[in-house]
């Protein structure tokens, strides 16, 4: 039987990815290529939703691409492409959009959120329909579960109301996909404000901890997160929201369990937990950065696989979207 298949992808919208998205979704990638039929991608076409400079994107696109390698995603196990590569994603976007309620489309918190930035009138189109491309990604892959943060929650139950209503309305056509989501991590805290989500966006440069950090400034940021009134290490999301986040960033990346931390920090105060947070992860992110830093000194191999993970994406994209033409009523082209 042929492996379940998950696909994800992340936007180049930043010179470096943050530890929420690392923890939340591409950690997770990593492991799930051992046992599934793995389809991830450098969501460019979301990208452009916030109008990067086109010399902007060109190297994020390359910088996240060899972050994603440089984290551990193997080419020849998962199928690693840029979106816009497949050109297929932004055709199935626009038949699903003529499957999406305007009410159903303007529900999505995630619009709500980013858009209060530029103002609900003046942000872009894209930004308003950037979940049904989302659900485009998703579906033209098949995919059977989709690894991602708790934010986009509420874009899989999309995805999976506009797989059911096609497939009801035009047959059986697309697998209904399931979120992966890991509660430990679905959340990554700000570390200033540690009850909004790490974001590349929103998050001030002190509040977030990038992939590509230099351990010095990274230490500094650990030493400096907000932590809570009190002095005790331990989890309690409403009343230590920052001890919080720290004891989950701790214990994923060391695989221990959070009482036993508490138990190791008891009348130690936050001063030694913090400094051991710091190290954990210094020590986690370096071998990334650094694999990350090498493949970036070449270009061609870094688009040479890009190349390839295209072709093998283009592959089951041009099969779906066969299906999808013939069910929908287009003519097959003469
Ligand atoms: N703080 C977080 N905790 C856990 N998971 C997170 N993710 C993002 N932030 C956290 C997950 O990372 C994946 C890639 O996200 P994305 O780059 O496609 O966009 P995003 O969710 O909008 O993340 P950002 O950092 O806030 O980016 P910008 O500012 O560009 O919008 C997703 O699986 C996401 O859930």
Redesign the pocket.
């Known amino acids: 039987m042929a492996s379940p298949r998950v696909l ?4 180049p ?2 010179d470096s990815f ?1 530890l ?2 690392y ?3 591409v950690r997770q990638w990593v492991a799930l290529q051992e046992t599934h039929d793995a389809f991830y991608f450098i ?1 460019d076409l ?1 990208a452009i939703t916030v109008n990067p400079s086109p010399a902007e994107l060109r190297r994020r696109t390359r910088v996240s691409a060899a972050q994603l390698f440089g984290a551990g995603i193997d080419p020849e196990r998962s199928t690693l492409f840029v979106q816009s590569h497949v050109r297929e994603h932004s055709e199935l976007a626009w038949i699903l959009m003529c499957n999406t309620g305007m009410g159903e489309a303007a529900r999505m918190t995630q619009f709500k959120d ?1 858009s209060a930035k530029y103002g609900e009138t003046s942000a872009g189109v894209g930004l308003f329909t950037y979940p049904i491309l989302q659900a485009a990604d998703i579906l033209m892959y098949q995919a059977d579960y989709v690894p ?5 929650k509420q874009h899989l139950e999309l995805t999976r109301d506009l797989a059911q209503r096609f497939n009801a309305r035009y047959g059986e056509t697309f697998n209904v996909p399931a979120p992966y989501i890991l509660k430990e ?4 805290g700000d570390l200033q404000e540690p009850l909004a ?6 998050s001030s440069p002190q509040g977030i901890i990038e992939v590509m950090e230099e351990p010095g400034p990274l230490r500094k940021k650990i030493m400096r997160a907000v932590t809570d009134t009190g002095s005790e290490v331990v989890a309690d999301p409403e009343n230590k929201p920052g001890v919080t986040n720290l004891l989950r960033i701790q214990s994923v990346f060391t695989g221990t369990p959070i009482p036993e931390l508490e138990a190791r920090y008891a009348g130690l105060g936050y001063g030694a937990f913090k400094k051991d947070v710091a190290e954990v992860v210094i020590e986690a992110l370096a071998p990334i950065r650094e694999r990350t830093e090498k493949l970036l000194t070449n270009e061609a191999e870094l688009d040479r696989l890009l190349a390839a993970g295209a072709a093998r994406a283009s592959a089951v994209a041009r099969e779906t979207m066969e299906l999808v033409r013939d069910h929908i009523g287009f003519l097959p082209k003469p």
Do not use: F
């Open positions: 994800s992808g992340i936007q919208t930043g943050h929420g998205n923890l939340g979704a969501a979301h980013k991602v943060g708790g934010d986009q991590v679905e959340k990554i989500k790490m974001s590349k966006s929103s």
